[in-house]
C-alpha cells in the first residue's frame, strides 16, 4: 500500500512562499497529475515529495509512515526528470541498474530486473549504448527503465515528455499509461500539458499560485470547474468568459442578461442570487451553437477562422468588444468580416460571481 | 564572430599579418632561442665574449653529458619528482572534495568558504615567505620534500577549488538529485558519478598544477637547503663553479629541467584545452 498523503504541506524561502498549505490525498494505485501554469509550484511540490526540497510546515506520509523529514534516498519513491537525467559515462544497462548496484542488490538480481525492465520498454537492443548514441525517446525509457527497475511503490514523474516532439509525446503517453496499468502502483505526474493531464490521469489537482484550485477527475475539472480559474485552465480552446449581470427570477431561476442585449433563464440549480449582481458568464466554444438561436443569442463579426479539418474554429469580436470563440463543424465556412449569429445553450452555461467562486454549474445530461 | 577571421581581412592587413605573424613569433622566443644556442656553445666562446652570436662550434655533446657527470642533476630531478608528484595527487584530490562540497551543499557560510578559497590566490606569496619558513623550521620540515609538498599543496589547493568547484557547478544537478532519489549515499555519488565526470578537469589541473610546481624556484630555495631534497630548478644553481658562471651548463641543464612538463603539456594537451575552458566558462 503506498497512498500519498499531504496535509498542510508549505514552502517557504525566507518572506517568499511557493506552496501555501497543500492538503492532498492521492489512494494507492491511483495516477494523480498536477497541472497549473508556469511558476504555479507543481514541480516544487513534486520535489517536496521526492525529498529534493525540505518541506517547510505540514506533514508528507507516504504509505502511512511520516517521512517529512527523511532523506530521499529513504522514501522508497522513483523520479524519472524532465531532463531524464541519465549518467553520460555509463551505458544503458549500467544506468539501469546503478540504483541497486549502489543499493548492495546481488548481481543476479539486478540483472534479472534490468533485462526485466529492458523488456518492458523495448530496451534489449540499446543495452549496451551509452546515453549520448540515444534518441529523445529512448532515453526517456531508459530514464522509465531506471526508474521501475527498483520496483517502488511511488513514481514520480516531473514533466517527463516535455522535450520530446509531439508525435513522440503521444508515443509515450500511451507507453506511460501502459505501464501504470501494468504496475499498478502511485503515480504523481506533473505537467503543463492538459491533453496529457486529461487523458492519463484518474485524479487531476489543479495547482495556482502554490495553493490548489480543484482536485477531481478529468471530466469533473471540465464539466463542474469550481472557479473561474479551473474553468479557464481546463479544456482547450479555452471556455469564453462574458461580462454579465444576473438577477433573480421566479421558479429557482436566474436570468442573465448577455451583453448584447439578450437575455438567458438558468436553472440555478440551488444557487441563490438576492439582487442583481454583475456576474461572469462562462460557455465552452464547443458547446455554441453557430447560426442558431438558442437560449440565447450573440451576434459578432468574424475575425479569424482556423480550419483544422475535423472541426473548424471561429472567432468572433462582439458587438460590446468582447471576444468570443466557436467550435464548429468541421464543413463550416464564413468569411472574414462577415457577421455571424451564435445560439448559447443555457443548460452549456456556468455562471461564475465576481469573485471568480462558480453559482452555476452547466448540466448537459439536462 | 569575434575578432573577424583574418581570411576575411583586406590583402593588405593579411599580407602585414602574415609578415609580422613569425617575425612576433620569433622575438617571443628569442629567450628561448638563446638558452638553446647558448646550451650547445663551447665554454670557450663564453670566455671569449661570445654571447650571442654564432658559436664557434658544436658543443652540445659535451655541455649535456657535463651537466650529468659535474652535477647531481639526476637526484635534483627526482627530488623535483618527488615534491611535484604528491603536491600534483595532493592539491587535485583535495579539491575534488572541497570542489564536491562547495558546489552540491547549500550550507550557511558557502560563499564565504568559497571566497576564502579564492582569497588565498590573491595573496602575494613573497610575503609568506618569513612565517613559512619559520613555520617549517619549527614543524620540523625545513630543509625536507616532505615540507615542500605541503606547503604547495596548501597553496595550489585554493585554485584548484576554484576549478572544480566550478566544474561540478557546471555538471547538471539532476545526475546528483536523481542518484540521491534512487538511495545512491553521498559519498558513492561523489565516487561513482560525479568523479568519472570530472575527468576532463582532473587531467587540465593536474597538468597545470604539475607544471606550476615544478617550475617553482621561490619555495625550492626558500624551504629547501641541501642537495637531497633539492628540486631541479634551484640545484641548477650548483652546476655554476665555484668562481666561474657556466652558462652553457647552466643553459643545457634548463632545457633538461623543462622536459618533464613540456611532456606532460604535449600528452595532456586535449584534455589541457577541453577542461580549461569547460571549467571556466560556467559557474
Known amino acids: ?366 | 564572430m569575434f575578432p573577424a577571421p583574418v581570411a576575411k581581412a583586406s590583402p593588405g592587413a593579411r599580407f602585414a599579418y602574415s609578415a609580422l605573424l613569425p617575425l612576433a613569433l620569433i622575438v617571443w622566443l628569442l629567450p628561448l632561442i638563446g638558452v638553446a644556442v647558448t646550451s650547445v656553445r663551447p665554454a670557450g666562446d663564453l670566455a671569449a665574449g661570445n654571447y650571442f652570436g654564432i658559436p664557434s662550434g658544436f658543443a652540445g655533446v659535451e655541455n649535456y653529458s657535463a651537466v650529468f657527470q659535474n652535477s647531481p642533476i639526476g637526484q635534483y630531478i627526482l627530488n623535483s619528482f618527488k615534491v611535484t608528484i604528491p603536491t600534483v595527487i595532493g592539491a587535485v584530490a583535495l579539491s575534488c572534495l572541497t570542489g564536491f562540497a562547495l558546489a552540491v551543499y547549500r550550507f550557511k557560510l558557502n560563499l564565504t568558504v568559497f571566497f576564502l578559497f579564492v582569497a588565498g590566490n590573491f595573496i602575494p606569496f613573497q610575503i609568506l615567505m618569513v612565517p613559512v619558513r619559520d613555520l617549517t623550521l619549527r614543524a620540523g620540515l625545513y630543509d625536507t620534500t616532505l615540507g615542500l609538498v605541503l606547503f604547495h599543496v596548501a597553496f595550489q589547493t585554493g585554485f584548484c577549488t576554484l576549478f572544480m568547484r566550478n566544474f561540478i557547478k557546471a555538471l547538471p544537478f539532476a545526475l546528483i538529485e536523481s542518484a540521491r532519489v534512487e538511495g545512491v549515499s553521498e559519498w558513492k555519488i561523489f565516487r561513482h558519478i560525479v568523479l568519472p565526470l570530472m575527468r576532463p578537469a582532473i587531467a587540465a589541473l593536474s597538468v597545470l598544477i604539475f607544471t606550476f610546481v615544478w617550475n617553482d624556484y621561490f619555495w625550492a630555495t626558500v624551504l629547501v637547503q641541501g642537495s637531497h631534497a633539492m628540486p631541479v630548478t634551484a640545484g641548477l644553481y650548483s652546476l655554476n663553479g665555484q668562481w666561474i658562471a657556466a652558462w652553457h651548463l647552466v643553459s643545457a641543464g634548463s632545457i633538461v629541467a623543462a622536459l618533464p612538463p613540456v611532456a606532460m603539456f604535449f600528452l595532456m594537451q586535449k584534455h589541457f584545452i577541453a577542461g580549461l575552458t569547460l571549467g571556466a566558462t560556467k559557474g
Open chain 1, 1 to 366: 500500500m503506498a497512498e500519498v498523503n499531504l496535509s498542510g504541506v508549505r514552502k517557504d524561502f525566507g518572506q517568499v512562499s511557493v506552496i501555501k498549505g497543500v492538503d492532498l490525498a492521492v489512494k494507492d494505485g491511483e495516477f494523480c497529475v498536477f497541472v497549473g501554469p508556469s511558476g504555479c509550484g507543481k514541480s516544487t511540490l513534486l520535489r517536496m515529495i521526492a525529498g529534493l526540497e525540505d518541506i517547510s510546515a505540514g506533514e508528507l506520509r507516504i504509505g502511512g509512515a511520516d517521512v517529512t523529514r527523511i532523506g530521499p534516498s529513504d522514501r522508497g519513491v522513483a523520479m524519472v526528470f524532465q531532463s531524464y537525467a541519465l549518467y553520460p559515462h555509463m551505458t544503458v544497462r549500467e544506468n539501469i541498474g546503478f540504483g541497486l548496484r549502489m543499493t548492495g542488490h546481488p548481481k543476479e538480481d539486478i540483472q534479472r530486473r534490468t533485462a526485466k525492465a529492458a523488456s518492458m520498454l523495448q530496451l534489449q537492443p540499446l543495452l549496451d549504448r551509452k546515453p549520448s548514441q540515444l534518441s529523445g525517446g529512448q532515453r526517456q525509457r531508459v530514464a522509465i527503465g531506471r526508474a521501475i527497475v527498483r520496483e517502488p511503490e511511488v513514481f514520480l514523474f516531473d514533466e517527463p515528455l516535455s522535450n520530446l516532439d509531439a508525435a513522440l509525446r503521444v508515443q509515450m503517453r500511451a507507453e506511460i499509461a501502459t505501464l501504470h496499468h501494468d504496475l499498478g502502483a502511485t503515480m504523481i505526474y506533473v505537467t503543463h500539458d492538459q491533453v496529457e493531464a486529461m487523458t492519463m490521469a484518474d485524479k487531476i489537482v489543479v495547482l495556482n499560485a502554490g495553493k490548489v484550485e480543484q482536485v477531481g477527475s478529468p471530466l469533473e475539472l471540465y464539466h463542474r470547474p469550481k472557479n473561474l480559474f479551473v474553468a479557464g485552465f481546463i479544456g482547450s480552446p479555452k471556455m469564453n468568459f462574458l461580462k454579465a449581470v444576473a438577477a433573480p427570477l421566479p421558479e429557482g431561476r436566474i436570468g442573465v442578461h448577455l451583453p448584447g442585449g439578450g437575455t438567458i433563464a438558468l436553472d440555478a440549480r440551488g444557487a441563490r442570487l438576492l439582487q442583481e449582481e454583475p456576474v461572469t458568464l462562462g460557455i465552452r466554444p464547443e458547446h455554441l451553437e453557430l447560426g442558431q438561436a438558442g437560449g440565447g443569442q450573440l451576434t459578432g463579426t468574424l475575425k479569424l477562422a482556423e480550419y483544422l479539418g475535423s472541426e473548424t474554429m471561429f472567432f468572433l469580436a462582439l458587438e460590446n468588444g468582447g471576444e468570443l470563440a466557436v467550435k464548429a463543424d468541421g464543413l463550416a465556412k464564413a468569411a472574414i468580416g462577415s457577421t455571424l449569429c451564435v445560439g448559447v445553450p443555457a443548460r452549456a452555461c456556468h455562471l461564475f460571481d465576481s469573485e471568480g467562486r462558480t453559482l452555476v454549474n452547466g448540466d448537459l445530461s439536462a
